[in-house]
């Protein structure tokens, strides 16, 4: 069955690092357009980082451009989000997505979630 699984999540200090990973199974991610979404408590969620299939290019909120950084490993057929330099205000619950349809935005018309890991930054 087509799946996305969040991993690497849990609790780091204000300024520490997170690799967070997504791993797909049932569909191979080569064609398609991979983002980073989160929810914070009493918020809405929001794009956080998104990559294109077509050219490779990559989108980023301002809150986290310069800290973040998206990739993938298509031989694990895996997406990552390096998060350094992390705040307390990054705390969320994350989540990873797929899109098809090359007509779409980097960030909409997502066909696949996943289900979320929690990041929590805090001393």
């Known amino acids: 069955q087509v799946q996305l699984v969040e991993s690497g999540g849990g609790l780091v200090q204000p300024g520490g690092s997170l690799r967070l990973s997504c791993a797909a199974s049932g569909f191979t991610l080569d064609y398609y357009r991979i983002g980073w979404f989160r929810q914070a408590p009493g918020k809405e969620r929001e794009g956080v980082s998104c990559s294109t299939s077509s050219d490779g290019k990559t989108y980023y909120v301002d809150s986290v451009k310069g800290r973040f950084t998206i990739s993938r490993d298509n031989a694990k057929n895996t997406v990552y989000l390096q998060m350094n330099s992390l705040k307390p205000e990054d705390t969320a619950v994350y989540y990873c997505?797929?899109?098809?349809?090359?007509?779409?935005?980097?960030?909409?018309?997502?066909?696949?979630w996943g289900k979320g890991t929690l990041v929590t930054v805090s001393s």
């Open positions: 997505a797929a899109g098809r349809s090359s007509w779409s935005s980097c960030w909409s018309a997502m066909d696949y």
